[in-house]
């Protein structure tokens, strides 16, 4: 099992989902969560916590399935280096 202090990778790609605008949406940092691209309470006992996401209107959004993104939690392709 990978360290506490390291996502594990859920997915090599992103996780295009649709987003209500005004609505609280809470994305996995983990990798652990059963509910990718969301946060589960899996993280608990780890040094990750779950992001918030919001959008202003709704939309189809690629959030990172890998966890590695430096603009998280949307995807910024860092999977194709892993």
């Known amino acids: 099992m990978p360290h506490r202090s390291h996502p594990i990778v859920a997915k090599k790609a992103p996780y295009v989902v649709e987003l209500e605008a005004g609505k609280s949406y809470w994305w996995c940092s983990c990798g ?3 509910t990718q691209p ?3 309470g899996s993280h608990k006992g780890t040094v990750f916590q779950p992001v918030e ?11 990172c399935g890998c966890k590695h993104t430096k603009n998280s939690p949307r995807c910024d ?3 194709s280096k892993l």
């Open 32 to 34: 652990r969560s059963e």
């Open 38 to 40: 969301f946060c589960d």
């Open 53 to 63: 996401v919001k959008v202003d209107e709704t939309k189809k959004v690629g959030l």
């Open 77 to 79: 392709r860092t999977h």
